[in-house]
């Protein structure tokens, strides 16, 4: 695998080194001493996976905090999707920083989502299929979630949002006090 650090300390996108022969290829998705020689956190308490009916669809952003507090690790198995985190931690120097990363199943490429950072997406294709390794059980006591067109963000969706859940709709602005 192939580590490369975002903007965003503790953020990793992670690539593969396939190695191909005759019967086509092989790579390690995840190697919990790789892991924790870049200083990431290897659990994997639950894995999940969602898909998306129509381009457009948008989850996010979500996010939970302490005792609870998630790692992840997304990566896109079908179609492509558009992925982005915001830095949710008080005492970090990129506080309230986002990225956005395009995980497609043609690149294979995953994403490395710290704790205290809230995540979401947007399918770009039809059909868009995503895998999750959840470092942390999920704990709906402790879920936290900032609405995806919040001007405090300025995220720039690539697409106009087509279907959106409720609750995501429903998020609450930022308003610069920690929760």
Request: charged share 25%; glycine share 8%.
């Amino acid at each position: 695998m192939k580590f490369t650090e975002t903007k965003l300390n503790g953020a990793f996108i992670i690539d593969l080194e396939i190695r191909e022969d005759d019967r086509g290829g092989f790579a390690r998705t995840f190697c919990a001493q790789e892991f924790e020689a870049h200083g990431l956190k290897p659990t994997v308490a639950q894995c999940n996976l969602s898909f998306n009916h129509k381009a457009g669809t948008l989850r996010g952003m979500h996010y939970q905090v302490a005792p609870a507090c998630e790692t992840k690790l997304i990566r896109c198995t079908k179609g492509a999707i558009y992925d982005v985190i915001i830095d949710m931690r008080p005492e970090s120097p990129t506080y309230c920083q986002h990225i956005g990363v395009e995980l497609t199943a043609d690149n294979r490429r995953s994403l490395y989502v710290p704790e205290m950072f809230a995540h979401g997406y947007q399918a770009l294709t039809d059909g868009a299929e995503v895998v999750y390794q959840v470092g942390e059980f999920y704990t709906p006591g402790y879920e936290r979630g900032w609405r995806y067109d919040d001007p405090a963000f300025g995220i720039q969706w690539p697409l106009p949002v087509t279907v959106i859940s409720a609750k995501d709709a429903a998020w609450r602005l930022f308003d610069a006090v920690p929760v």
